[in-house]
């Protein structure tokens, strides 16, 4: 863990220097800075010098070059919560705990600089005078710290009073703030930021694990108030593609990427049939992701950075004094057609004691079961087979869409097999597991997540669930949107999962998925090393 929970690179040279040294300044200052690193940028500045007050680098195309290197760079150290300055105001959110320079732009004895970096930091963003200055090493900084001759830095961006911006903004990566920081550079007085809610969500890859609305207009709020606390702020959520971007008579910008240029293009079609002028549509090039693997976008996404969450753990694991560390107990659940059932077998095959739930129904069913006299009390001798045992779809038919009687049968049923669980429990204890996994649909309906250290969902997209199913059970699609409906929602079973899995690509991803997942659980049950 790096040794400062935040810090401020202030960075001295020429503009054009940046792209082809922003990767290895972004390495040096991540190896100390653990959380937001904020970069001011100033051209120019002799930080050994006499005190000179700030200034904002112009806002053209090699401010942005710049900030797209820097960006691109903090994207392939996964985590670091970079945040290009673009002029002073207010303290920032989080106040630094180490002020950072590039040694490389900074020649001469060290302490004159360092004592230039206190004096800019708390001049400028209210830090206390005594924060420690360092000066990262000129191998890690790297290229020509003077920068491309070839490259014009004084052309000059348009700007706009008033300026609008959408997206989803889910966990704020690099991609996102390029476009924000480009609508900070064009606005002078107004940003209006979209943020896409509810149904516009329904189709997006893995939305159940988007963060919520108020937590992500929060962090967008945080980031543009950092980056440029003189503008105002309009933050909203989206309801529909358009927003008031096709009613709001101040707008004269909207920004868009090369993706959604073709929104752009819509929006102005709905602001002409409103009586309104056009937007001035400014597009920023998507930017690569430098560490995108097999299933996941070329471009810096959010969709990607949601797809490497499977299998990691996203909340704490239940503390329970009640419950034993040994055998440490996996509760795995899903819907119907999720693949949970397969990935029971690859935890299987990689040395959990799998507890399939549903082969204890049946046996808890079954004459001489635990359940079998009173589940025949509760619904009478109308539901036996000739043979005794119970005709489990006569049953169904009796209790589906009556909530009192499926109650009844649950109360009776449930309590038997979380019983015939801990005595399997106690089995796998016997023969020296260390972990087990209880796979069972009805783990969170049951409330069985108290026999349980972690919950796991599988989950799937309800379009991909009714294909597999109609496909392997033969059944309409109407009767299986009608039983996944009668189901928890993935949205409900994820916020109750400590890991969350899906087997909606290859299977070969899926497994990559259930090894990660056992890898990570592995390093948590491993003790921590001695001091």
């Known amino acids: 863990m790096p040794p400062f929970a935040s810090g401020l690179l202030v960075l001295t040279a020429p503009l054009p220097a940046l792209p082809r040294r922003a990767a290895g ?10 959380g937001p690193l904020y970069v001011h940028l100033q051209p120019g500045l002799r930080l050994g010098g006499p005190a000179a007050g700030p200034a904002a ?10 900030l797209a290197a820097l ?7 996964r985590g670091l919560d970079l945040r290009v300055l673009l002029g002073p105001g207010r303290r920032l959110a989080r106040q630094p705990r180490v002020l950072l320079a590039a040694a ?9 600089v360092q ?47 008033d300026v609008a911006v959408g997206g989803t903004f889910d966990r704020l990566h690099g991609a996102h703030r390029l476009l924000l920081s480009a609508c900070c550079l064009l606005a002078r007085r107004r940003l209006l930021a979209g943020v896409a809610d509810g149904e516009l969500l329904r189709h997006k890859v893995l939305p159940e694990l988007i963060e919520p609305y108020e937590l ?30 096709v009613t709001d008579p101040d707008l004269q910008c909207l920004v868009v990427s090369e993706e959604t240029h073709r929104g752009g293009e819509a929006v102005n079609k709905k602001r002409l049939e409103n ?10 090039q998507l930017m690569k992701d430098p560490e995108h693997s097999q299933n996941e976008e070329e471009k810096i996404s959010s969709s990607s950075l949601r797809q490497r969450l499977l299998g990691t753990l996203l909340q704490p694991p239940r503390q329970d004094p009640a419950l034993p560390l040994r055998p440490y107990v996996i509760g795995l659940t899903g819907g119907t057609g999720s693949g949970k059932t397969s990935m029971a077998k690859l935890l299987g095959q990689l040395g959990a004691f799998v507890i399939d739930a549903d082969q204890l129904g049946h046996a808890v069913y079954a004459p001489g079961g635990p359940a079998y006299q009173a589940v025949v009390a509760a619904f009478g001798a109308e539901i036996l087979n000739k043979d005794g045992t119970i005709n489990r779809k006569v049953l169904g038919a009796k209790v589906f869409g009556n909530q009192e009687q499926l109650k009844r049968l649950t109360d009776i049923v449930w309590p038997k097999i979380a019983q015939m669980v ?11 597991k260390a972990v087990c996994v209880l796979d069972a649909a009805v783990l969170l309906e049951a409330g069985w997540q108290d026999m349980v250290h972690e919950v796991w969902t599988a989950i799937i997209p309800e379009e991909e669930a009714v294909r597999r199913i109609v496909a392997r059970d033969g059944l309409t699609e109407e009767a299986v949107r009608r039983r996944l409906q009668s189901q928890m929602s993935n949205r409900q079973r994820v916020e109750q999962s400590q890991v969350v899995l899906c087997s909606l690509w290859e299977p070969e991803i899926t497994r990559q998925q259930v090894h990660k997942a056992w890898d990570l659980l592995q390093q948590r049950l491993s003790p921590e090393p001695s001091p």
């Open 25 to 34: 300044l972004v390495a040096a200052a991540a190896g100390l800075v653990a």
């Open 57 to 66: 680098p112009p806002a053209g195309p090699a401010l942005l070059r710049a």
């Open 71 to 77: 960006y691109t760079a903090a994207a392939a150290r």
């Open 104 to 112: 490389a732009e900074a020649p001469g004895p060290p302490e004159p």
């Open 115 to 161: 004592l230039g970096l206190q004096r800019l930091a708390a001049a400028v963003y209210g830090c206390p005078p005594s924060l420690p200055a360092l000066l990262l090493g000129e191998d890690t900084a790297g290229g020509d710290p003077e920068g491309d001759p070839e490259q014009d830095p004084e052309a000059a961006l348009p700007e706009f009073l």
């Open 216 to 245: 992500r207009a929060a962090k967008l709020r945080e980031f543009l108030e950092d980056v440029k606390p003189s503008l105002c702020y309009d933050i909203v959520p989206l309801a529909d593609p358009f927003g008031p971007s």
């Open 275 to 284: 009586g309104l002028p056009e937007l001035a549509l400014y597009e920023i």
């Open 422 to 432: 801990k005595e399997r429990v106690r089995e796998a204890e016997a023969q020296g």
